[in-house]
């Protein structure tokens, strides 16, 4: 009789990168320093006019697929050619301003591999920098009344998820903002198995310039739109009560480092009322506190 043999699953790694040739060095950096390699790395430049060719030279290596659009397409799209691309069994994305810790992808092999079921998973984050400062949601598992409090969790830098899923359920290419959560939402409402790794996989680089942070906090009043599309999208999903909690989040959320702070709490008070304003309020006020 044949022996059936348990393959662990192959990990494909997707890196999007736009300007920043320097920090997708690093980034590259620590995809190859995992204990486990991947089995293959996707760069996908988004359009980008500096020169990658000092950057990409350092990796001789034939693992790497490197792809330059030819029109800025936005990180969905970018993300979207990239599992398109890709030939593993499990997708893992890194944004190119973040870093790996050495375990993160022998973390996420473990899970599937131990349970084949799981169809998705994130882990928590230390800030690139001051690595005290570490981000860990202790739940185990993805759930949907998580979500309805936003993303709980992590970001791009933590998540992977089976590349069959990935492909019938894409990255919303017609989103700028809140493009995780949209997608976690959406794996959640399919019923996929979506697990949390409780554990500070990944260095976040806080306030890159030109990053999601440093867009919103130089967020103007026309932005809000689109700043508000993900959650416009699933408001049904979300019900009335947890809809505005979202929309008052998303307008003030770095709220000490924008400029014109009493008009951004106007506009929250107006979009989403006074109390789930002064809920989000009293909640960033008290999380403050106790830092």
């Known amino acids: 009789?044949?022996?059936?043999?348990?393959?662990k699953p192959k990990m494909s790694v997707v890196i999007v990168t736009h300007e920043r040739p320097d920090f997708l060095r690093a980034a590259l950096h620590s995809v190859f320093a995992q204990t486990i390699q991947p089995y293959e790395v996707i760069i996908i430049n988004d359009c980008s006019v500096a020169d990658y060719g000092p950057a990409l030279s350092e990796f001789q290596e034939s693992r790497i697929n490197y792809l330059r659009l030819k029109e800025k397409s936005g990180a969905n799209i970018a993300r979207n050619t990239g599992v398109k691309l890709s030939s593993g069994d499990v997708v893992c994305f890194l944004d190119d301003?973040?870093?790996?810790?050495?375990?993160?992808?022998?973390s996420h092999q473990s899970m599937y591999f131990n349970d084949k079921l799981i169809g998705a998973a994130i882990c928590g984050y230390r800030i690139l920098g001051s690595q005290s400062k570490t981000f860990?949601?202790?739940?185990?598992e993805v759930r949907a009344d998580?979500?309805?409090?936003?993303?709980?969790?992590?970001?791009?830098?933590?998540?992977?998820?089976?590349?069959?899923?990935?492909?019938?359920?894409?990255?919303?290419?017609?989103?700028?903002n809140g493009q995780d959560w949209d997608l976690f939402v959406r794996l959640i409402q399919e019923n996929v198995v979506f697990i949390n790794i409780p554990k500070a996989l990944f260095l976040y680089r806080d306030v890159t310039p030109g990053g999601i942070s440093a867009q919103v906090?130089?967020?103007?009043?026309?932005?809000?739109?689109?700043?508000?599309k993900a959650s416009n999208k699933h408001r049904e999903w979300l019900g009335e009560g947890f809809y505005k909690r979202r929309v008052s989040e998303q307008l003030l959320s770095h709220l000490p480092k924008k400029k014109s702070k009493f008009q951004w709490v106007y506009k929250s008070i107006e979009l989403a009322?006074?109390?789930a304003t002064f809920r989000v309020l009293f909640s960033k006020t008290r999380t403050k506190f106790f830092q």
Not at 97 to 106: A, I, P, R
């Open 146 to 176: 998580e979500l309805c409090l936003g993303n709980r969790f992590s970001g791009m830098s933590g998540f992977s998820a089976k590349r069959s899923i990935l492909l019938q359920i894409p990255f919303d290419s017609k989103l700028r």
């Open 1 to 7: 009789m044949q022996r059936i043999v348990d393959v």
């Open 97 to 106: 301003d973040d870093v790996w810790l050495d375990d993160f992808l022998s």
């Open 217 to 228: 906090i130089n967020m103007n009043f026309t932005d809000i739109e689109s700043r508000l």
């Open 273 to 275: 009322g006074f109390y």
């Open 136 to 140: 860990i949601n202790k739940k185990t």
